[in-house]
């Protein structure tokens, strides 16, 4: 069956998550095994793979367009829509002229059998099955993340928060956990692979551990951490409920744990994170930031404010962004509300009006890039220990600090996925430069 895929070239595009970066490149590896070789996405190809994402009616919009121009590039190619737009709205991604396979966020596994049956029938299949009750972790692997030095390792699926804003956990399902030992295989091969730096990955890395017995998030983190050729261990998002006086004390006594943490907040108002349905509050929030400070002081907290959630008034807006200050918080994303169809904040009373929440985003995000620059600020002329990523251009390489400052050097030999000790002298909008 498999035959038809071989010599057949691929082009594939992720919108979304890191979540979904990792899928695609599981998907990629399996169908190149199989013979396919990998073309940009603006080129004529084969087969086209779009990962979509459904996380705002924008992502569900932009979905559709990659859709159509695939289609635009080649009318015969054979166009797989996978991911989160596929999984809750299978019947519109079905009405996009060219598209050939609907697939949701299970049995991605089976790509490459699913197109190969196309490729001997020519006719539309819809392989989305339900999620609702999904209880399995699918195996997918990856051994490499294409030329990205920084490897996402995936170990859980799945979320049950249900917050009021978010389509998720009816896009992904509930808690699903990847088994310990599937998870220190990959982590192995990445390591054997070059990667020095592991991202732990999911929809809800916290929640790792809770469906299956005798193992949590600190537990993984133990055996990773035994791995050799890992120098660093980092997390794409937790939330401020998982700072426990377990999790303390495991990371403080690992090293290569780094002292980086996506602390989700996504408000600094009670009132706004109890419509939110979010499961703390803001005191609660910098009660985490504090005790990761206390035991790493060098901490650099991220994180993601949305602005404008319905009901916001002025007063809420300005508590969020005064606790951001507070809290000194070294990298903020800022979101304005963006109404989700199918979740409960759409119908939630007082909506802001758009000119309203772009003014919020803006001064949201003046504050981000003040307590961006003043963070960095602190590390000129300090030793920091950078993995560097990428060539910029003009020999001038990019990489980050073990506490996720951006830091630029000048080098007439290339330093990509070199772990290198330098002072920085300047800064400059949030970014430090070697000298």
Do not use: W
Not at 360 to 389: C, D, P, Q, W
């Amino acid at each position: 069956m498999y035959e038809l895929l071989k010599n057949k070239t691929l082009a594939h595009i992720t919108l979304g998550c890191k979540v979904n970066m990792y899928d695609t490149e599981a998907m990629v590896e399996i169908l190149v095994n199989h013979g396919c070789s990998i073309v940009d996405f603006d080129d004529k190809a084969d087969i086209y793979l779009i990962n979509t994402c459904t996380v705002t009616n924008f992502g569900d919009k932009k979905s559709r367009q990659i859709l159509r121009k695939a289609h635009r590039i080649n009318p015969d190619a054979v166009i797989v829509a996978c991911g989160c737009y596929s999984q809750v709205e299978p019947e519109k991604i079905a009405a996009i002229e060219g598209v050939s396979i609907i697939l949701g966020t299970q049995d991605r596994i089976r790509i490459a059998e699913f197109i190969s049956q196309y490729l001997e029938g020519r006719k539309q299949a819809d392989f989305v099955s339900s999620i609702s009750n999904q209880r399995e972790f699918e195996a997918l692997t990856v051994d490499n993340m294409g030329d990205k030095t920084r490897a996402y390792l995936k170990i859980q699926e799945g979320c049950d928060r249900f917050c009021t804003y978010c389509i998720i956990p009816f896009a992904r399902g509930p808690v699903r956990s990847r088994a310990p030992e599937s998870v220190i295989a990959e982590a192995i091969r990445l390591s054997e692979n070059g990667f020095k730096e592991i991202v732990l990955t999911g929809i809800h890395v916290a929640s790792y551990g809770k469906d299956i017995k005798n193992t949590n998030l600190c537990d993984i983190l133990k055996r990773i951490h035994e791995i050799d050729n890992i120098r660093r261990i980092r997390f794409s998002s937790i939330e401020p409920n998982v700072v426990t006086d377990e999790f303390l004390e495991t990371i403080s006594s690992l090293p290569k744990i780094c002292d980086h943490f996506h602390l989700s907040l996504q408000s600094g108002c009670d009132n706004t994170l109890k419509a939110m349905n979010r499961h703390y509050t803001a005191n609660g929030y910098l009660e985490a930031v504090n005790k990761l400070r206390k035991i790493m002081p060098d901490a650099g907290i991220t994180t993601d404010v949305i602005v404008g959630f319905p009901g916001e008034g002025d007063e809420d807006f300005l508590e969020s962004l005064a606790f951001v200050k507070k809290a000194q918080l070294s990298r903020i994303h800022v979101f304005p509300y963006s109404a989700k169809t199918g979740t409960k904040a759409t119908s939630l009373p007082n909506q802001i009006p758009p000119r309203i929440k772009e003014a919020r985003a803006k001064t949201m995000s003046e504050a981000g890039e003040y307590l961006a620059n003043e963070f960095a600020k602190k590390y000129i002329g300090k030793s920091l220990e950078v993995l560097f990523e990428r060539n910029i251009g003009d020999n001038l390489y990019e990489g980050h600090s073990t506490n996720y400052i951006t830091v630029r050097q000048y080098s007439p030999q290339s330093l990509e996925n070199e772990v290198i000790i330098l002072n920085p002298d300047r800064c400059k909008s949030g970014i430090l430069y070697g000298n």
